[in-house]
């Protein structure tokens, strides 16, 4: 069973998105998934469609050991595809849970104590892989995460300063590997909301590329209205746009995670990636659209249709991002941006250089 946290100490940079769809081509190449929301947002159970009352089962009940993993596992709308929602009261759980003996460890244990349970009743792993969606924060939730996890796969925005905080990011990783859990690994860096239209963008995607070699995903994921549009559906991008970028490129992410599924035991004899997945038939409907817009998202901004030939790519704004937090700096005027050159970015620690290059390399 791989347990993998999707991970960045910083909002929207495409974790909740990476959570969903990347489970749903896992779901889809056959595998068993279940997703744990770890955000008090909710915004993955929300995206699914998949929401617990106060009360009910979910991520926060689990910590605080009033119900079990199992009891908490909720079927979505993808075969194969499950979820332990959120809800709002887990933004009460760093609290709560700050003097509790273990703190760290519950949803670990929890995790460990569900699967042994499963492994004794049917003699197999209840599930080929665990995804937990973090918060936008290194707090108690995202450390719960990464002592449940193996391994750690990093998203990150295409942008300027999408370096900064990367080394601190990967201190907690190598600290979390001395004190916490030996075995955590860092699976890869998934680059998200990437328009390569922009020159910005390319430019930052070299820097990460340069950082981190072998440890980039082949193919970044680009900003695709349909990957914002999804959610509000309550759906998978597979379900939402089979056919679009965004389904196209999660899909291959998912190639890249199942390579490396040789190196876990159990996950030997599944079958290989498919090229041409095919969900049973019937299994993904197209959706309808919801009845009542859902209050927690705006609208995605229709963006301007990419023209090949346009020349001034940077007045694009990011998709699905609320204008008041821009994430492109330059405004839409100025026709050229600041270069990026390696020298300005903060200097990352050796010990990233170290971690990375123990784990198997994507080029
Ligand atoms: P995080 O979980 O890191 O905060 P999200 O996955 O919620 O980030 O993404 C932030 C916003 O960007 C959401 O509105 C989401 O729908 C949108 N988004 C994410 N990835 C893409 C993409 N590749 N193309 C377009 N919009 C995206
Ligand atoms: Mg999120």
């Known amino acids: 069973m791989r347990r993998i946290a999707v991970i960045n100490q910083k909002g929207g940079v495409g974790k909740t998105t990476t959570t969903a769809n990347l489970g749903a081509a896992l779901a889809l190449q056959g595998r068993r998934v279940v997703l744990v929301d770890m955000d008090a947002q909710a915004n993955l159970s929300l995206s699914l469609d998949v929401t617990a009352d106060s009360g009910a089962p979910s991520s926060y009940t689990v910590l605080l050991g009033e119900a079990s993993f199992g009891a908490a596992v909720r079927q979505t709308g993808v075969p194969g595809l499950s979820l332990v929602p959120a809800n709002i009261d887990l933004s009460g759980a760093e609290m709560e849970l700050a003097s509790a003996m273990g703190r760290e460890f519950l949803l670990r244990d929890a995790l460990a104590a569900w699967a042994e349970e499963e492994q004794k009743r049917s003699a197999r792993a209840p599930a080929d892989y665990v995804l937990f969606d973090c918060p936008p924060s290194l707090g108690l939730l995202s450390l719960n995460a990464l002592a449940a996890a193996g391994e750690v796969l990093i998203t990150l925005q295409t942008e300027f300063l999408a370096l900064q905080g990367m080394s601190k990011l990967v201190e907690i990783v190598q600290l979390l590997r001395k004190r916490l859990n030996p075995e955590l690994a860092i699976t890869g860096i998934l680059p998200c909301l990437y328009d390569s239209r922009l020159k910005l963008a390319r430019e930052v995607l070299g820097e990460i590329r340069k950082y981190f070699p072998g440890q980039v995903l082949p193919q970044p994921i680009r900003s695709n209205v349909k990957l914002a549009e999804a959610p509000s559906y309550g759906k998978t991008i597979f379900e939402y746009a089979p056919g ?103 200097p990352l620690p050796p010990e990233v250089f170290e971690i990375l290059s123990r784990r198997g390399s994507f080029s």
């Open 244 to 346: 679009s970028n965004g389904a196209d490129d999660y899909m291959k992410a998912a190639r890249e995670i199942l390579r490396g599924e040789s190196r876990d035991s159990t996950l030997a004899g599944l079958p290989a990636f498919q090229e041409k997945y095919a969900p049973p038939p019937g299994a993904l409907v197209t959706p309808a659209p919801r009845r009542v817009p859902p209050p927690r998202r705006a609208a995605a901004p229709k963006p301007a249709e990419p023209k090949p030939s346009a020349p001034k790519a940077v007045d694009v704004p990011a998709i699905g991002r609320p204008a008041s937090a821009p994430t492109v700096p330059a405004p839409a005027s100025a026709p050229e941006r600041v270069p990026l050159r390696a020298e300005d970015l903060p």
